[in-house]
């Protein structure tokens, strides 16, 4: 049973508490947990990654509404904390980062197929074709650097195969920059959509930027400078799809929506119990947040949060093996390309950004130089019978 978003109230904000040994919990299993689970965890520390920039933005932008976005924004901190610290120090730097790509991966198909508006779906395709690529050059960088096989993280639920090659992926910032949704005449859903997409991107980019300085390999030094371009492009690509025009108050009534959505999309299909009552209590976190949000809705823009808000929320988002839809949108779509905000064979590929391609790889391109030769074997590429013969000849 779905929840009426404008009854249920939540815990109130007063109630929401922690202590330090609340906050910091006993991490997931590396190789025990299932990698859904994880796929949860990681996209619900961009949700509150997300939920933090967002209110430090409105803040400095909106004075009346300063002291109650500090006060959601310091439990946002704490459940950011919360989830962030369940990723365990046994994860690599590079195995995170397999994880975050099969977070872009399954979820991006999964929005993709549920995503009413045409031109939106088309748009999430677009990018999930770029992440599926990332997933195999980074895996590649795994394997010949630390000698691991990407799928010990995937557990065999997204594959590792070429998608729309990196190297053609960096385009001119105007052919990066979509049609937004109309906010009067979109569904929530494709609102909800949007918002989670960003969030789970612009986490993305932030890792990368943070983590990609720290390797002394100067490979992986060039390859996470090159994905992390192509994830700041992502981040513009999805945010340019949410419409300008909406109200700052508006934005945050969609944030905290979204934010319950997200929790309840947890709640509907974890199956770790130590995970789902995190997952029940920030749904229960979130709902106050709204209620809260709701109020101030009405009393600053003067009008019904039913005229934003949809009363039930939508089928929670699914966390299950894309695999298919992902192999059959790269046999349709991998060809595709960009010319302004329209989605164009690559014969029609705006100049612009073929000249700006042409200009940041003309010294070679760091995600080809990674993947040459490379075939993903289980095991590693060390396991494949032709390399091995070469070692060890018969």
């Given at each position: 049973m779905s929840l009426d978003l404008l009854k249920t109230k939540g815990?109130?904000?007063?109630?929401?508490?922690?202590?330090?040994?609340?906050?910091?919990?006993?991490?997931?299993?590396?190789?025990?947990?299932?990698?859904?689970?994880?796929?949860?965890?990681?996209?619900?520390?961009?949700?509150?990654?997300?939920?933090?920039?967002?209110?430090?933005?409105?803040?400095?932008?909106?004075?009346?509404?300063?002291?109650?976005?500090?006060?959601?924004?310091?439990?946002?901190?704490?459940?950011?904390?919360?989830?962030?610290w369940l990723i365990p120090a046994d994860h690599s730097p590079l195995e995170t980062t397999i994880a975050y790509e099969q977070v872009a991966i399954?979820?991006?198909?999964?929005?993709?197929?549920?995503?009413?508006?045409?031109?939106?779906?088309?748009?999430?395709?677009?990018?999930?074709?770029?992440?599926?690529?990332?997933?195999?050059?980074?895996?590649?960088?795994?394997?010949?650097?630390?000698?691991?096989?990407?799928?010990?993280?995937?557990?065999?639920?997204?594959?590792?195969?070429?998608?729309?090659?990196?190297?053609?992926?960096?385009?001119?910032?105007?052919?990066?920059?979509?049609?937004?949704?109309?906010?009067?005449?979109?569904?929530?859903?494709?609102?909800?959509?949007?918002?989670?997409?960003?969030?789970?991107?612009?986490?993305t980019h932030n890792y990368y930027m943070n983590i990609g300085p720290l390797f002394t390999d100067p490979m992986a030094r060039l390859l996470y400078a090159e994905i992390a371009s192509i994830e700041e492009q992502h981040v513009t690509h999805y945010e340019s799809l949410i419409d300008p025009e909406e109200t700052w108050m508006e934005k945050w009534l969609m944030h905290e929506a979204n934010e319950v959505y997200n929790y309840y999309s947890c709640v509907q299909t974890e199956d770790d119990p130590r995970l789902k009552e995190i997952w029940e209590r920030f749904l229960d976190y979130e709902l106050g947040h709204l209620n809260h949000v709701m109020e101030l809705f009405k009393k600053f823009e003067r009008r019904d949060p039913a005229e934003i808000l949809p009363e039930t929320l939508p089928t929670p988002i699914s966390y299950k093996s894309q695999r298919q839809f992902v192999m059959d949108t790269l046999r349709a779509e991998v060809d595709l390309r960009t010319d302004g905000p329209n989605y164009v064979d690559k014969s029609q590929e705006s100049e612009k950004s073929k000249r700006y391609r042409d200009t940041l790889n003309s010294e070679g391109s760091p995600t080809e130089i990674i993947t040459q030769g490379y075939i993903w074997q289980p095991g590693g590429e060390l396991n494949s019978p032709q390399i091995r013969n070469s070692i060890y000849p018969q």
């Open positions: 815990r109130p904000l007063a109630k929401q508490g922690f202590t330090w040994k609340d906050l910091v919990r006993k991490p997931i299993s590396k190789l025990d947990c299932d990698a859904f689970s994880r796929v949860r965890v990681i996209l619900m520390n961009g949700i509150e990654e997300e939920a933090m920039r967002f209110s430090h933005s409105c803040a400095r932008m909106n004075k009346e509404w300063q002291k109650d976005l500090a006060m959601l924004r310091r439990v946002e901190q704490h459940q950011h904390t919360m989830i962030n399954e979820v991006t198909a999964a929005l993709a197929q549920v995503e009413p508006d045409p031109y939106i779906a088309q748009s999430f395709r677009f990018g999930l074709l770029e992440d599926f690529d990332h997933m195999y050059r980074y895996s590649a960088l795994l394997d010949r650097l630390e000698g691991k096989d990407a799928n010990n993280i995937l557990q065999s639920y997204t594959d590792v195969h070429p998608g729309r090659p990196t190297i053609i992926q960096h385009r001119h910032p105007h052919d990066d920059l979509r049609t937004p949704y109309d906010k009067n005449n979109t569904s929530p859903i494709t609102k909800l959509n949007a918002l989670t997409l960003v969030s789970g991107e612009q986490q």
